[in-house]
Each structure stands twice: as structure tokens, then as C-alpha cells.
């Protein structure tokens, strides 16, 4: 053949590659859905047969393809497929056009151990394969080892030996290359498939040609069998992966001890319904969630709160399914039962923060997306190559197939979501909740936190700790304070009507009443026009604050919130609540510092109460006497500023300022989980948690920056070396298996984080 002919071979098929594989993907890219008109519905699907980045991308395409399907994200570790679609799509259709792209797909029914079983299956079809696949070529690869005293094989028996490796184990490979080419959609089993295919028929070529060329059956099955190493240890791995989720699914008992009327009877926990009494006995596991209505306790929240301290539980608390009962006994009456609990909103948050997708994994889907065409371009200017400068037919495939097998990118594909299931079921082990991976990769970029100080920094259980009054008593204006606090939900509300109760004060009905968020409430006692709130708010009604001022002050040099009772604009007592900060809150915000975080603090209350609690706690910065809305505004201008924000707040009242940055953290109580309204949740109120989660979310992007760089570094290396013949296909294929494991490994590391 002359040099010409070979040429315009090459040319050719390198331009079928490019339009069969390449031209397809411009157009669906191109025809994007046209958004939701209507209500869209969740689909949760279990897809089977993915193995790479490639398929990923395959099964979502395949899905955005199906007519209403506004969105869908699909994860490998995992195996599953969350389909956003309009309301006229049935999850059969979807069903359909996966399996129509060549993956096995069901609906997802919220059975973990179901999904379970899918994986062990699959690891266990994966091992029979490689067993089956390691007895046959072994024989063969030891035997062209060229070993001194061991002869080769005749070529005769090695195909016979090689046949039922390439065809009967290695049909899972054929089949699925078959239909992605079909597909018009590249994948790592095309790059197999036609690998092992290139060696195995041009070596039977070369046995009935007698042509005295080299057979390669060595290479054709060590592929095979080195392949299905690697899909086995990947199947056994990844099962450790889901680990964190496995566990939180075990806390969920399956029974629960009925009350009926002074005696308790085991009852399956199906049957329970809301209202029903339950008990715990001393080293039970909670059942549902509910309120303690008698008896007295220490619970071990651990498991949902990560917080290590036993919780002292008696009549009012809430409990949570799934924590275990201390020494005590209880009985409690169940508020919330089923996939309402705490226990299940918890199980799902995780699931879908696992289920999620870095940002930084849409490059690495770009770019296996042109890889694998790419690919099997260099693999044909290899053989092409090889054929006109060497002239040798055999040396030609061999070299192309070590490309095509080196430049499987399996590690590509594992190399960012394994890292997010692990770093993500590790939060919620310490009882930090990210909404999606999305949240843990931001919270590890920024560079500045923002503190709420009420309920955040401080307790958030204020009291009443000095008053100072002119022209009334100190009792009197403590019975107007409270009657005006009597209709407000706020802290310092709660403080004032403690107070007053404890000096058997009786709050007098008053009038009228209006509370002005984030500045104090006003109201009309006796016909008089009243007020209570904070000086500024005073001073903007035109409140002289003669007599009062000089006793405000100084209570508010100690950290208190001062609050300024008036009557017709005369101010009649300064109230000093003091709120002190939580006991970790100095040391979490040291720890934050020295994470490299600005640390701000932000408040509706005085300059000077503000200023005092952030020097307790060592905070940097202070923004005060800040309504609820300028506190977004406050933040926006910090982004303008360059700096990329983390607020903390409790997620009920702050949460346009924990949407504005960001990254919003919601520190909860456990009881409120506010999951839906911040991008992490803090399911215990112990702030230690927070540099805790930033220094998780890093250890995430810098396994996830490692895994990526190792898998890109690994090919791109490889590729050239094994186009110009240094490498043969079997180490590439071994080199495969062992990068797969290495991704897969360095994010179990993951697992043994420590807060420290
Ligand atoms: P924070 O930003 O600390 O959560 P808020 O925005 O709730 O505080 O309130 C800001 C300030 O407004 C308080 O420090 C207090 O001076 C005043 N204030 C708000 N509500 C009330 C109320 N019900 N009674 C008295 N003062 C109030
Ligand atoms: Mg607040």
C-alpha cells in the first residue's frame, strides 16, 4: 500500500469519527427545553450499567432529550438519575429512553437496601467475570512472558483459551459499545470494546493467515481481565463510599413500645400515627419524633447533631427519632412520624446533596465529552502512522490499542463525585447538612463570615439585668414594659415578661399595639401613647431621653441591649438585658481566623452593646443598628466588594440575608431544621461546628482538585508515550484499574476527617 492510500484511509475515517460522534453533540446541545410552563414534578430513578463520565453524560442527555424534562443531574457513585419534568411526563417514558441509550434504569422507591442490592450485584457479576476471565489468561500471559524454560503456546490453543475471556466475559463491553456507537455517543466501552476487539480478530487474522505475524491474545485478555479487576474493586469500594448514609438509615428502628393505658406493647413502627403515647426504656432508640410528656431523661443526639454531650430531656422537650434514650425512662406523645421526622428529612437532605454536582465537575464533563472522539483520533493517527513509517501491520495495532486503553477516562469520571459522597456523608456524621455540593465548594472559597449576634453569637435566652427609671418606679415601668411586650414574639420580649413575672408584676391589657421589626413596638396603655424599643428607634420618634441616657450607656458598655421605655416622647427607663455570648463562641471564632476568615458581626442592636460582645468573642469587624432588610443590603455591599460571604444566622429571621450571601448557614436547635431555607444547616446550636465545616469543605475541594488533576495528569501523560510504542496495552490497562482505585481511595480518605 502506498503512502497516499494510507493518507486518505486516515483522513477518512478520522472525519467519520469526528461527524458521527462530534456533530450530534452540537445539535442537542443547541436544543435546550423550552422552560417549564407548568408544574414540574421530581423523578427519582435508579440507573444501572454506568461505569465513566461518558455515561453520566449519556443517560442525562438521553433523559433532557424526553419532551417536558426541564432538568436532570445524574450521579455515578450513587447510581441514580433526579429528573425535573412537567407534569405530563410519566417516569415510564423516562424509564424507556434510558434503556433505550443502553443502561438499565427503575424507579428509585426510597428503599436504600433495594439500591443496595444493585450494588453488591453488581459487584458480585463483576467478580465471577474476573475470576472466570483470570483462569483462562493466565496460561497464556505467563506463558508469552518469554520467560527462559517456558515455552510460548501454540497460537492455536491461546485462541482457543482467549476466546471465551473476549466473548463470553467481555460481551458487556461489546454490547454497550454497540449501542453508544448506535447512539452516536462516545464512551469508555467504545474505547474497550474496540481495544480488545482490535487485538483479538487481528490476531486470529494472524493465525489462519500464516502470514508469520505476532498473534496479541496476551493483550486482548489480560484487557478484559484487568478491566473487570478494576470494575470489581471499584463496585466493593464504592460500596464504603455510601457508608455515611447507610448508617444514618440504620438508626431507624423498626418497632415501637405503645403506651395503652399503663401498659406498653411492641408494636411494628408502621402502625404508629400522630398523637399516638409512646415510651423509651432506658437504652432505647427513639421511634418517631415527638414531646416528652413525662418521665426524665439523657439523650444521646449525637447521630443527628454530631454534638457529643448527652441532651437532658423532661416533660415539654421534643425528642427525635432515631437518638438514643440514656438511663432514664420517658413517655411521649408522637408529633411526627414517617418521612417527617427529623431522622427522614435529614436522610433525604444528605441523599440529595450527595446526589448533587460540583461546579468544578462541569469542566471535567466538558472535557470527556470531546475525549473519547479525541481519543479514537489518536489512536487511528497511531495505527495510520505507525503503518507508513514502520510499515509493520502488527507493531500498528498494537500501539493504537494501547491508546484506545490508555485514554479510558474511568478515573475522570469518578474523580469529583466520590469525593462529594464522601465529604458530604462526613458532614452530616457531624451534623452539618449542605443543600448540595455546591454549598461545601463555595463555603470553602470564602473568605469572610458573618455572625447574627441574637441567638447566634449570644444564647438567645436574654434576661432582665438592670433598670434604671426616672420619674416612675422601677416596677411600674417594668408593668408598662411588659404590657407592651406581652403581644411581641421577640427575645428581649420574653426577658421583660420573666422579669416581671418574677416580680409578681401583672401586665395591664393594653390598647392598641403594633411592633416595628428590628426597631421596638409602640401601643396606647390607659390613653397615653407608649413605647419600648431601641434608642435610636426612640430618638427617631423625638423621645427626650433627659435622666435616662447616662445609666444606658454604661449598662450598654457591658454588652447589653439597652432599651428605652417612654410615654407621650418622655423616656421613663433604660432596661440592660444581657444575652451573653454561647461558651465556644470565642474559641470558634479564634479557630475561624486562623482559617484565614474575616470574621463580622452583625446586629439590629446598639453600636454599644455590639462592639462589647464582638471584643468578647474576638470578632473583627461590627456593623450595628441595622434593620432586618439592611442586613442583605450590608452584605451585597461586601460582595461588590470582592469579598465572597458566609452568613450564620437561625434561619427564621434572617433569611434574606442568608440568600444574599453566598453561602447561608443556619445554625438550628435541634428541633427546627430550617433545611430548605439556607445552603448549610448546623442541625446543633454549637458554633464549634462552623470552622469544623469550613475546614471539611476544603479537605472536599482539595480531594476533588487532586482526583481531577491525577486523572488528567495520568492521560495526558500516557497518551503520547503509548502512540509513539512505549507502552503496551496491558500496563495501560493495568494502569486503568489502579487509577480508578487510587480516585476512589483518596476520597475514602475523607472518612477519617477529625474535627479537631
Ligand atoms: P438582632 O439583629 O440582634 O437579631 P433585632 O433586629 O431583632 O436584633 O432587633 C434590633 C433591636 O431592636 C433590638 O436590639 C432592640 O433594641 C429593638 N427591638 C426589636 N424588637 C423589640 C421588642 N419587641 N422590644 C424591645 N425592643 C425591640
Ligand atoms: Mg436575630
Redesign the pocket.
Known sequence: MNDLVLAALFAASAAFVLWWFLWPMRRTRAAKPAPASSTTLRHELHIGGMHCASCVGRVESCLMNVEGVVSSSVSLPSESATVMADEGVQTTHLIEAVEKAGYHAELRNGDHHHHEHHHSQEAKTARFNFIVAAVLSSPILLTSMHIPGIPELPALIQFLLATPVVVLCGRQFFIRAAKSIAARNADMDVLIAIGVGAAYLFSIAALFSHAHLHVYFEAATAIVTLVLLGRFLEAVSMRKTGEAIRSLFELQPTTALLWNEGETKLVPLASIKKGDILAARPGDRISVDGQVIEGESQLDESMLSGESMPVEKAAGDRVFAGTMNGSGWIKFVATEVGEHTALAQIIRAVSNAQNSKAAIQSLADKITSVFIPAALLVALGTFFGWLMFSGAFDTAVINSVAVLIIACPCAMGLATPVAIVVGVGRAAQMGVLPQNAHALETLARTNMIVF????TITRGKPTLTDVASSQISENDALAVAAA??SR??????KA?IEAARQRNIQPQPIESFQ???????IGVLHGKSVG??????AESIGVSLDGIQEPANKSAKLGN???ILWQDNVALAAFGISDIPKSEARHAVETLKHLGLRTVL?????HV?AETIAAQVGIQSVLA????ED?SEEIAKLQRQGERVAMVGDGI??SPALAQADVGIAMGSGSDIALETSDITIVRSNLDAIPEAVRLSRAVLKVIKQNLFFAFFYNSLAIPLAALGFLNPMIGAAAMALSDICVVGNALRLRAFRPR
Open positions: 447574627d449576634k441574637t441567638g407592651l411586650e411581641s414574639e421577640h427575645p428581649i420580649a421583660i411592633a416595628q421589626a428590628g426597631s421596638g413596638v419600648l424599643g431601641s434608642q435610636k428607634f441591649t439597652v432599651v452583625m446586629t439590629g442592636d446598639s452593646s443598628e441595622l434593620r432586618p442586613k429571621n434572617d
